[in-house]
């Protein structure tokens, strides 16, 4: 949204960002320099005049601050600290994950799930009945149907302690 009159004008404009797509809620644009981010401007703002970000507080205030500072940090080319929402190891089942959903959505058995991901020399190690990587493709392929069911908004979300 365009900035209030009462903050100084500064050079944050969203000209350079990248291409912009109208719709009802206002335009949206593809920021990427090395991390993407979808930016959306409320309706009435100007992309080329001083911006500002409206961020809730409510109990996800700290990660979307977060994702504001890295957003402004690839904006103006300084590095971008790592997002700490996913680690490596969540990347890389959340990956998996989503080519057992492929795979199953077009007709691959467990089987050819857990020889595309792990391999084929793996899968053959063991007897497939018993192996454990029967179990992790049917986890996989469980893991995937849920976050299609809306799970993946967990990602979005920081861990917090009780």
Same mark, same amino acid.
């Given at each position: 949204?365009?900035?209030?009159?009462?903050?100084?004008? +500064?050079?944050?404009?969203?000209? +350079?960002?990248?291409?912009?797509?109208?719709?009802? *809620?206002?335009?949206?644009?593809?920021?990427?320099? %090395?991390?993407?981010? *979808?930016?959306?401007? &409320?309706? +009435?703002?100007?992309?080329?005049?001083?911006?500002?970000?409206?961020?809730?507080?409510?109990? *996800? !205030?700290? %990660?979307?601050?977060?994702?504001?500072?890295?957003?402004?940090? +690839?904006?103006? $080319?300084?590095?971008?600290?790592?997002?700490?929402?996913?680690?490596?190891?969540?990347?890389?089942?959340?990956?998996?994950?989503?080519?057992?959903?492929?795979?199953?959505?077009?007709?691959?058995?467990?089987?050819? #799930?857990? !020889?595309?991901?792990?391999? !084929?020399?793996?899968?053959?190690?063991?007897?497939?009945?018993?192996? @454990?990587?029967?179990?992790?493709?049917?986890? &996989?392929? $469980?893991? @995937?149907?849920?976050? #299609?069911?809306?799970?993946?908004? *967990?990602?979005?979300?920081?861990? !917090?302690?009780?």
């Amino acid at each position: 949204m365009s900035s209030p009159d009462f903050l100084p004008i +500064g050079p944050a404009t969203l000209g +350079g960002v990248g291409r912009h797509r109208e719709s009802p *809620q206002g335009s949206h644009a593809i920021h990427d320099n %090395g991390i993407s981010a *979808q930016i959306l401007l &409320l309706a +009435g703002s100007e992309r080329d005049h001083s911006l500002a970000a409206v961020i809730p507080l409510d109990s *996800q !205030t700290l %990660g979307r601050v977060e994702a504001l500072v890295r957003l402004w940090r +690839g904006y103006h $080319k300084r590095p971008v600290p790592p997002d700490t929402r996913v680690t490596a190891q969540q990347r890389r089942r959340l990956r998996l994950m989503m080519q057992a959903a492929d795979g199953r959505t077009n007709g691959a058995s467990y089987r050819e #799930i857990a !020889t595309a991901c792990y391999g !084929t020399e793996r899968v053959g190690a063991n007897p497939w009945k018993t192996s @454990s990587l029967r179990d992790a493709a049917i986890g &996989l392929v $469980k893991g @995937s149907a849920a976050m #299609i069911g809306g799970g993946y908004l *967990q990602l979005l979300r920081h861990r !917090t302690r009780h």
